[in-house]
């Protein structure tokens, strides 16, 4: 058989059901076999075909896979921010990328023989688990071991690039059965490192769990009900964020630099942080990463040795082992009674809402805080939903949506590359046919993929776009007003950014639109088109100098560097009266930031 049809049953047998791409004359072989055997959905860019295939894995409910198939040369570099971002946020991607025929690579003694040929393998290898280029078939089971990397241990992407001659080589046929594509097993801490970590929490006054992306969704679905009666605060990341409900009885928020501020503060205060399946970036710890949890202890678990060894932010214990593993045992165990901690923890909850008065929303527009507590009334327990990936529209969200129980959430913030959530929401909608996919993002990051209207029309896409509109990048806009006083540069369109006409744009796909003011964000006509099978666009109209508040303040030094505030000290500062409230677990600092 053709290797590209063995190629194919292969990734069929490891549970591939979809492939995204662009057509090109490198991967013709690929693009028929696996037309074939697989749902290959063509984009416009191939960038969208890497997020959607990264986005298609996460939003999986039932474990179906998608991959990204691109051609030599421009295919391959169009999709190395998709590569990157799932690099960064350790996601499962698999890109198989078409190269020239062997005879015509230049091996590094020319920069070009073959026609649109370029190094894949040279330009992918820093950012993926792994990247080989095949000048020869090869035998099953190392190919399935090379993409079952991409799932093993510490995801990342895998890619594989596949001359055109080797594609259409003649081999003989082999079946990739479930010995050969069993997956291996984890890294497992020791039961007497489990019951030191168990004991240590029995006897913390002030312990808090900290899920992050490592955790996957099936771990914290089963120990939902465990979660309520061991009674310890529990916080997310950002990549876990629907690992939990809102309404958990132990849940505490989601931590960030741009996270919530009771969040914030409860975690601060914390006598002992054991933080599973996280990296602990310092977008999770604060730039000011020596004041994360300062009068505790922090305990992480995490399957990549190094982030347990780079240094920030200062850890008690470092274990490397899968954290889903840790916390299914760690949860069958008896932990103490942190009652008197958890209420204490819900009070700091109840005194500090998501959305604070402080910021500025002139008349006639709305509030973005208050569009999306809105917006998280009416979503359902089992829609997607995608709060993009950078600027204001992704901050809101992550700080003000409530999320609810069998929701799914994706965002890719490691790279907080704007364009990623049109893609993302095309291969979240793949892979839930049947579900809803709601997405928020803001005017200048849609710009950036906006190609893709017509990939999500043309498939028939249950999926309701928010587009917040307030005329450009407003995180640029806000960071030229704070430390540049004021003087904008390309950042709307009175200083050049090219931006559509977005209700104009919609209508040349046929995709129904309507535009959001504070006078009919309740109107009949928007809720029939949000609850409506199909696609619809809403431009929410937001004020160009809305504020963002709260959120963690930095400064330029005298010698020109950032510095900036730790997570429980975000701007505005409190009133004295709920610093006594809310903040009883740590001294009364001096010398903040203003």
């Given at each position: ?9 292969w ?7 979809h492939c995204?791409?662009v ?6 072989h ?10 290959c ?27 990204a ?9 169009n ?17 198989i990328?078409?190269q ?22 040279s ?27 991409s ?10 690039e ?10 003989e046929?082999v ?10 097993p984890l ?60 309404d ?20 601060q ?24 949890v ?11 040795r ?10 008690a214990?470092?274990l ?10 760690l949860a069958?165990m ?36 208050c569009f ?39 965002t ?9 959530g ?57 960071t ?19 931006l559509?006409?977005w ?9 129904p639109?309507?535009?959001?003011e ?6 009949a ?14 431009v ?7 504020t963002?508040?709260?959120?963690i ?36 600092q ?5």
């Amino acid at each position: 058989m053709k290797y590209s049809d063995q190629i194919g049953d292969w990734l069929l047998a490891l549970g591939y059901t979809h492939c995204f791409y662009v057509g090109g004359g490198n991967i013709m072989h690929l693009i028929e076999s696996l037309s074939l055997r697989l749902d290959c959905h063509p984009v416009i860019n191939e960038v969208a075909a890497g997020i959607a295939a990264e986005y298609f894995n996460e939003a999986s409910r039932g474990g179906a896979k998608a991959l990204a198939l691109v051609t030599a040369g421009p295919g391959l570099t169009n999709i190395m921010t998709a590569i990157a971002g799932a690099f960064l946020e350790s996601r499962e991607l698999l890109v198989i990328g078409g190269q020239v025929k062997t005879a015509d690579l230049a091996h590094g003694t020319l920069r070009q023989r073959g026609i649109q040929e370029i190094d894949g393998v040279s330009i992918t290898r820093p950012i993926t688990i792994e990247s080989v280029l095949l000048e020869e078939p090869l035998e099953m089971q190392t190919f399935v071991d090379l993409v079952q990397a991409s799932r093993h241990g510490r995801k990342g992407p895998v890619f594989i690039e596949i001359p055109l001659d080797v594609q259409a080589r003649q081999v003989e046929p082999v079946t990739a059965d479930e010995a050969a594509i069993a997956p291996r097993p984890l890294p497992r801490i020791t039961d007497q490192v489990l019951a030191e970590v168990a004991d240590r929490i029995r006897h913390a006054t002030r312990p808090v769990l900290l899920l992050g992306g490592g955790i996957d969704r099936a771990t914290a679905a089963d120990l939902r009900i465990r979660f309520s009666e061991l009674g310890i605060p529990l916080a997310t990341t950002w990549n876990a964020a629907d690992r939990i409900d809102a309404d958990h009885p132990a849940y505490v928020g989601r931590p960030n630099t741009w996270g919530q501020r009771s969040a914030n503060i409860v975690l601060q205060q914390a006598d002992l942080l054991v933080a599973l399946g996280s990296r602990l970036g310092m977008q999770q710890t604060g730039f000011n990463w020596q004041q994360f949890v300062p009068n505790g202890e922090v305990i992480q678990v995490d399957l990549d040795r190094a982030e347990l060894e780079k240094g920030h932010p200062r850890i008690a214990k470092g274990l490397c082992a899968d954290a889903n593993d840790m916390l299914t045992r760690l949860a069958r165990m008896e932990l103490g009674d942190h009652a008197e901690w958890l209420a204490y923890a819900r009070h700091v909850r109840d005194a500090l809402p998501a959305v604070e008065a402080i910021n500025n929303t002139a008349d006639s527009y709305i509030s973005p805080y208050c569009f999306v507590e809105h917006i998280s009334t009416l979503c359902h327990p089992s829609d997607t939903i995608i709060p993009c990936s950078s600027g204001g529209a992704f901050t809101v969200m992550m700080q003000a949506f409530r999320q609810k129980a069998g929701q799914i959430m994706i965002t890719n913030k490691g790279l907080a590359s704007m364009g990623y959530g049109l893609s993302g929401a095309i291969g979240a909608a793949f892979a839930n046919p049947d579900g809803r996919v709601v997405l928020v993002e803001g005017d200048g990051g849609f710009a950036q993929n906006l190609q893709e209207i017509g990939t999500a029309r043309i498939n028939g896409l249950n999926l309701k776009i928010f587009l917040f509109d307030d005329g450009g990048y407003a995180s640029i806009r806000a960071t030229q007003r704070s430390y540049f006083k004021g003087r904008y540069v390309g950042c709307d369109r009175g200083t050049g950014l090219g931006l559509p006409d977005w209700e104009k744009l919609f209508a040349a796909w046929s995709v129904p639109v309507m535009t959001l003011e504070a006078s009919n964000m309740g109107c009949a006509e928007f809720s029939a088109s949000f609850n409506q099978p199909g696609m619809a666009a809403f431009v929410v109209k937001l004020d160009p100098d809305q504020t963002y508040f709260p959120k963690i303040t930095s400064r330029i030094t005298d010698s020109g560097t950032m510095e900036s505030n730790p997570l429980h000290l975000m701007t505005p500062e409190l009133d004295a009266d709920i610093v006594d409230s809310v903040l009883r677990y740590l001294p009364k600092q001096g010398g903040e930031i203003p």
